[in-house]
């Protein structure tokens, strides 16, 4: 089992929640054989098991994801995860952290968002609940990383 406490205010991580909940809802409008399509498009039992295979994947990365976002102690800063589960969420929170970056980050160029370079004052309140969320999402990401390692 992996266990750890965010380093974040739980008043921060009450007020992302539901941005990072909406960017969850949303991810499963994403067609990932769009994204990496099938080598062998001929081959049509190939292409339909490359596609079932990439969606059962995403499905159990999400699962993963909806487990801990939606576990109680989440708004707290307390995660934890099961070993056998810690490569699907980075997974998913990799593909949370993109959803958030295009529905809510999209204005803000890829090296101000990374090292934090832009004027957060400056922007509306949906763009900071956005930033505070993929923040968050990559302390997870690393602290899971760093775990694993």
């Excluded at 490359?50 to 708004?75: C, H, N, T, Y």
């Excluded at 090292?115 to 990401?141: D, P, R």
Aim: proline fraction near 3%.
């Amino acid at each position: 089992m992996i266990e750890f406490q965010l380093q974040a205010d739980s008043r921060i991580l009450r007020a992302i929640l539901p941005k990072i909940r909406e960017a969850f809802g949303s991810m499963g409008k994403c067609s990932w054989d769009t994204i990496f399509p099938c080598p062998n498009l001929a081959d049509e039992d190939f292409s339909d098991a490359w596609k079932k295979g990439l969606q059962e994947d995403a499905s159990e990365d999400r699962r993963s994801l909806a487990k801990v976002i939606m576990d109680p102690r989440f708004k707290h800063g307390y995660i934890q995860v099961e070993e056998k589960d810690a490569d699907n969420l980075i997974r998913a929170l990799s593909e949370l952290r993109l959803t958030i970056r295009e529905n809510f980050l999209s204005e803000i160029e890829d090296k101000e968002l990374e090292t934090g370079s832009f004027e957060m004052e400056n922007e509306q309140g949906s763009v900071k609940l956005g930033y505070f969320s993929y923040l968050i999402l990559a302390e997870i990401q690393e602290r899971l990383i760093n775990s694993c390692s």
